[in-house]
């Protein structure tokens, strides 16, 4: 396995291109319709935390 990896390229670019060619095919094979308005996809603002970026422990 060592002799696998250090076969490899370095080059972070390229190594995600072809991550990216492999698994993009299966990624874009489906798609999810929620069904829900552009409205309904913003956050709220009674949401403590959601519009300043904030991590809330509940």
């Given at each position: ?21 492999l698994h993009s ?34």
């Amino acid at each position: 396995m060592q002799t696998a990896l250090a076969a490899l390229s370095a080059d972070y670019a390229t190594l995600l291109s072809r991550h990216g060619a492999l698994h993009s095919a299966m990624y874009d094979r489906s798609r999810l319709d929620l069904n829900v308005s552009a409205a309904d996809r913003q956050p709220s603002a009674s949401e403590p935390g959601v519009l300043s970026g904030e991590v809330v422990d509940r």
